[in-house]
């Protein structure tokens, strides 16, 4: 199975599996990574809510490291070396 070698290849990829809605009658838009249960924002543009999401999806990601709970793959791939310093 295919490996990502850096935090930001991985979230990246995770980042193109986002769905986009518009919500209260096309005011807001909210995003959800489905694959990473909890991950999604809303904002006013779409470009606030990429970077709300990736975030949101970063600090998801350092919490499930810190539990030793092992990462979704994306799109065929993991990424299970990661560690913080």
């Known amino acids: 199975?295919?490996?990502?070698?850096?935090?930001?290849?991985?979230?990246?990829?995770?980042?193109?599996?986002?769905r986009f809605e518009k919500i209260d009658?096309?005011?807001?838009?909210?995003?959800?990574?489905?694959?990473f249960r909890g991950v999604w924002a809303r904002g006013q543009?779409?470009?606030?809510?990429?970077?709300?999401?990736?975030?949101?999806?970063?600090?998801?990601i350092e919490l499930e490291i810190e539990r030793g709970s092992e990462l979704p793959s994306v799109k065929g791939a993991t990424f299970t070396e990661l560690t913080f310093a």
């Open 25 to 35: 009658q096309g005011q807001i838009i909210y995003a959800e990574i489905p694959a």
């Open 1 to 18: 199975m295919k490996r990502f070698k850096r935090l930001d290849d991985y979230m990246d990829a995770a980042l193109t599996t986002a």
């Open 45 to 60: 543009t779409r470009q606030q809510v990429k970077e709300e999401l990736r975030n949101v999806l970063k600090g998801w």
